[in-house]
């Protein structure tokens, strides 16, 4: 039973709940309703107030006397023509709304049929240039050297203004001095030269029409640009080559020797090439910008020729060293006769063989002799004496090499002997003449010498008998001079080859 009392009692508080609520809303309408009454109720206190044309104005509180006012002041005209033209002004074209300095109006003759005296002249307004308008009835509005104004009658006169000067708007005292009535308006002609307004209010809308949307998509620009002139390879692209050397200068008649070239600007490629006289080397191989390394083949004649060095590009510059190397034969002289303290003097007759005689000291002497005519001053060099060979190439004795004509009278043609001078004109000058000197024992390298047989190894020393007087040389003598260590100078051939 105790469960049921709250079932009964909620239809009963939403009863309550509903007459509040319709209570509140009554009273808001009360509310509303008084507050809009008590604002439009007048007050019990009213004023009385009459305006009649051509009659004073009557303001007065009940039990109070009546309150009278004139006639209305002239000055109140002037105003009211002072907003007219300031409500005609036209904003100039720098700016709207701004005005873009102090412009006097044009002064304009009015003929007037019945002269009055000028109103107190106006202020100038600051802005662009006025029109003066044309009036049809009322006061006449009479242009003057200062912006327009009208001419009314007025009992007090205000002393004019300069126009550079801001003066208030003037203002007249109060007087009860009726206007004369002034029907006949005044013959104002329009003016003649009065600027237009230039921005005169029209009826219909604005004209500018909006630009159309320039968000279209612009196609690409980069269209691949064919190469100019300047992108196209010119023979300075590629350097000439400048060959300074070639390492063996030499190849006996018939042998393939390996060569290599030392130079600059040297270029890698399918195009390099490298000849003499225009037979080209075998196996061209590009080391560095300043090395080449090829063989020289066995099918070159004997002779001197140039090497030239082509490299690859469009024009392919070539570079060339004449004189540069020398495929020879030699001649060999009859056995060699020897006397005082000489070893082997048979050994050193025939081909360089690794096979030497010896010239222990200074009484040793070999002769060799070569026929007639001898050994005469030909092209490159024209004897060449081989050394005993000590790998990589010899280590040079002291000796001493003379050239005779006759047997009787003897040139030294090659000295090496310690002290500088005495070898010219020969493949090794650069070893004497180096900071060492003539060194006894000096290693010379192979590739700087001559080479003996097919495939044997280079020891010979070149030597040009052009450089004495003398010739051409039918015998050939070797000594030992003095000094060095006491050892024998090994003497393994020699041959001529002019």
């Not at 005495?422 to 001559?450: H, K, R």
Request: glycine fraction near 10%; hydrophobic fraction near 35%; proline fraction near 15%.
């Amino acid at each position: 039973m105790e469960t049921s009392h709250p079932k009964e009692d909620r239809p009963r508080r939403r009863h309550w709940e509903w007459l509040l609520l319709l209570l509140a809303l009554l009273l808001s309408f009360a509310c509303v309703f008084l507050a809009t009454w008590f604002s439009l109720t007048p007050w019990p206190e009213r004023v009385k107030a009459s305006m009649l044309a051509g009659d004073g104005a009557n303001y007065k509180r009940s039990g109070e006397e009546d309150v009278a006012f004139g006639s209305v002041d002239p000055g109140v005209g002037a105003e009211a023509a002072t907003d007219v033209a300031r409500l005609r002004l036209t904003p100039s074209a720098a700016g709207r709304g701004t005005p873009a300095g102090i412009a006097l109006l044009p002064p304009t003759p009015v003929p007037s049929i019945t002269p009055t005296p000028p109103l107190a002249a106006v202020t100038s307004i600051p802005g662009p240039t006025v029109a003066s308008p044309t009036p049809t009835h009322g006061p006449t509005l009479a242009p003057s050297p200062t912006p327009t104004s009208a001419s009314v009658p007025t009992p007090t006169a205000t002393e004019r203004p300069t126009p550079t000067e801001e003066v208030p708007i003037p203002t007249a005292t109060a007087s009860s001095t009726s206007l004369p009535p002034t029907d006949t308006p005044t013959a104002v002609p329009p003016p003649t030269d009065t600027p237009q307004p230039t921005d005169t209010p029209h009826a219909h809308p604005p004209t500018h029409t909006p630009a159309p949307p320039t968000d279209t998509p612009v196609p690409p620009t980069d269209t691949p640009v064919p190469p100019t002139a300047t992108d196209t390879p010119t023979p300075t692209d590629v350097p000439t080559p400048v060959v300074l050397a070639i390492r063996p200068q030499v190849a006996l008649l018939g042998s393939s020797v390996p060569v290599t070239i030392t130079g600059n600007n040297f270029e890698s490629g399918a195009g390099l090439q490298a000849d003499l006289d225009g037979t080209a080397l075998l196996n061209v191989t590009w080391i560095s910008a300043t090395m080449l390394t090829a063989d020289v083949p066995s099918s070159l004649l004997s002779g001197i020729y140039t090497l030239a060095v082509t490299n690859p590009g469009p024009t392919n510059p070539t570079g060339s060293l004449a004189n540069a190397f020398r495929v020879f034969t030699y001649t060999l002289a009859s056995p060699p006769t020897c006397s005082g303290n000489v070893g082997n003097c048979g050994d050193a007759a025939g081909a360089p063989d690794r096979n030497y005689a010896n010239i222990i000291d200074t009484t040793g002497v070999i002769t060799f002799d070569f026929g007639s005519p001898g050994i005469t001053n030909g092209p490159g060099y024209d004897l060449v004496f081989y050394e005993r060979d000590n790998p990589p190439g010899i280590q040079l004795d002291f000796i001493t090499i003379e050239v005779s004509s006759d047997g009787s009278t003897w040139t030294t043609l090659f000295n090496w002997d310690g002290i500088p001078g005495g070898v010219v004109g020969t493949n090794i000058d650069s070893y004497a003449t180096d900071g060492n000197g003539e060194l006894y024992n000096e290693p010379i390298q192979a590739n700087d010498l001559y080479p003996g047989i097919p495939g044997g190894p280079n020891t010979g020393i070149a030597m040009d008998v052009g450089v004495v007087p003398g010739g051409p040389f039918q015998y050939v003598r070797l000594t030992r001079p003095p000094g060095g260590i006491p050892e024998s100078a090994e003497v393994d051939a020699i041959v001529r080859l002019n």
